[in-house]
């Protein structure tokens, strides 16, 4: 079995974005998430299994998801230009 990382929700991701993104775009302070009733074909729980990943390319993470969030965001911040 490969290696064993933290589940992350998608309330969870979308809270990090938001607090990341605020400081920055004002409105989005107090923006909160819109739910919608699931669809067939949904998936309620997801955890991807790296191991293969691991095994065959020597694959290992090197952040965790709030260091990759920052680095990204600080990308997009710097590099690309919006309207």
């Given at each position: 079995?490969?290696?064993?990382?933290?589940?992350?929700?998608?309330?969870?991701?979308?809270?990090?974005?938001?607090?990341?993104?605020?400081?920055?775009?004002?409105?989005?302070?107090?923006?909160?998430?819109?739910?919608?009733?699931?669809?067939?074909?949904?998936?309620?729980?997801?955890?991807?299994?790296?191991?293969?990943?691991?095994?065959?390319?020597?694959?290992?993470?090197?952040?965790?998801?709030e260091?990759?969030?920052?680095?990204?965001?600080e990308?997009?911040?710097?590099?690309?230009?919006?309207?």
């Amino acid at each position: 079995m490969g290696t064993i990382h933290a589940r992350t929700t998608l309330n969870q991701l979308f809270e990090m974005i938001r607090t990341r993104l605020a400081p920055h775009h004002g409105h989005l302070k107090e923006f909160k998430p819109t739910y919608r009733d699931f669809r067939t074909g949904d998936i309620m729980h997801s955890h991807a299994n790296i191991t293969k990943a691991e095994t065959l390319l020597g694959y290992h993470p090197t952040h965790k998801i709030e260091e990759g969030l920052e680095a990204a965001l600080e990308w997009y911040r710097k590099n690309v230009v919006l309207s």
